[in-house]
């Protein structure tokens, strides 16, 4: 029976993990006929009302608790990551912007030292090494192209993401009933306004409402939002933390992957060994993390 409820979790993941890799390309198509701040709008507001919709239907708690670590939430993670890795997918490739973006793994283990007092230890200062040396390289500062202001917007936005788990972390600790749905929903609803307001203000074409913008729309409300955050809530119920969070290191490759396959983004030799790099960082951060979890555990255990 565990066997069978472990396989089904796992499904649901990789099931996520494809929504999440092609994302990158749906958001890629999406900017093309609408502005990023118009675009960015529209899905996390609409993901925000999706989000409440699966809320009320699974019977959560609904009420707002913690507004002002709610509201920096939606700051750091909606308007921050999300509106800077839409801007960023502008003017740079699906690809290139989805490996800087998920380096928010290694940002959360070095502002964790300051932030949290957990050192970079042992095999993390190699996940160091292997992520600074494979941004060097995507970047190429020898030969910096055009989408050099889009990369640096995709890494703005890992960190964004990176200083929000920070955030969620100590709230978690603080607060270890509150819902994640819940918490994902209101940081949405609130994060969303800075955006929609940004979106009217700044002069911009009209949105192209033709059939493939409304299908990246539908794309973004049901899969990348509602229906992935119940797939990695059903699955985070029921793995390790740990694995659950290395397993969504795939969407990135799928990224890159989809990009390549139907935007022709086909990276150069030098990009492809730093997305190779960055990912053997996450990797390593990924298993030094599980590996503490389970000591933790173990040592909990005990007493």
């Not at 970047?139 to 050099?148: N, V």
């Not at 929000?164 to 600790?173: R, T, Y």
Request: proline fraction near 4%; charged fraction near 10%; glycine fraction near 6%.
């Amino acid at each position: 029976m565990q066997k069978n409820i472990t396989v089904k979790a796992f499904l649901a993941l990789f099931i996520l993990t494809l929504i999440w890799g092609y994302n990158w390309v749906v958001m890629k198509l999406a900017v093309q006929y609408a502005s990023p701040f118009q675009f960015a709008a529209l899905r996390t507001f609409l993901g925000a009302i999706m989000l409440f919709v699966v809320i009320v239907l699974t019977k959560r708690p609904l009420a707002l608790k913690e507004f002002p670590t709610m509201l920096l939430l939606g700051l750091l993670q909606t308007c921050g990551f999300t509106g800077l890795l839409i801007w960023a997918l502008v003017e740079g490739s699906a690809g290139k912007t989805a490996v800087l973006a998920y380096t928010m793994p290694f940002w959360v283990m070095l502002f964790a030292w300051p932030m949290l007092g957990e050192k970079v230890q042992g095999w993390q200062w190699l996940a160091v090494v292997f992520a600074l040396f494979g941004m060097v390289l995507i970047f190429d500062p020898l030969h910096i192209k055009a989408d050099g202001f889009s990369m640096f917007l995709a890494v703005c936005s890992g960190i964004s993401w990176a200083i929000s788990a920070i955030v969620s972390k100590k709230l978690h600790h603080r607060a270890p009933e509150l819902d994640l749905l819940n918490i994902t929903a209101w940081q949405t609803l609130l994060g969303c306004i800075p955006i929609i307001i940004v979106a009217l203000i700044l002069p911009a074409p009209a949105i192209q409402w033709t059939m493939t913008f409304n299908l990246t729309i539908i794309y973004s409300m049901f899969l990348s939002g509602s229906l992935a955050w119940v797939l990695w809530v059903y699955a985070l119920q029921r793995l390790p933390a740990g694995s659950a969070s290395m397993a969504t290191m795939l969407a990135p490759i799928i990224g890159v992957l989809s990009a390549w396959l139907q935007l022709g983004e086909v990276p150069t030799t030098i990009e492809l060994v730093g997305m190779i790099l960055v990912a053997l960082a996450l990797v390593i951060i990924s298993v030094v993390t599980i590996k503490k979890h389970q000591a933790i555990d173990i040592a909990e255990g005990q007493e």
